[in-house]
């Protein structure tokens, strides 16, 4: 799981992996969203998120 790994290097704390779905506990920094944002384009995932959710979509 390459999301997994992703997130474990960045020590974003979550709750649930899923199929297109990530659910991160807590509130993240601008600076580990854009690491993350750039992480997951590099494996051919995108970030989509709004005010009430963040979505990851491949």
């Not at 979550?14 to 993350?36: D, R, W």
Request: a negative charge; glycine letters at 6%.
């Amino acid at each position: 799981m390459m999301v997994k790994y992703e997130l474990d290097k960045l020590e974003l704390p979550y709750t649930l992996i899923e199929l297109g779905e990530v659910q991160i506990i807590g509130i993240v920094s601008q600076e580990k969203l854009q690491a993350l944002k750039l992480a997951l384009v590099e494996i051919g995932f995108d970030l989509i998120y709004d005010k009430k959710h963040s979505l990851l979509k491949k």
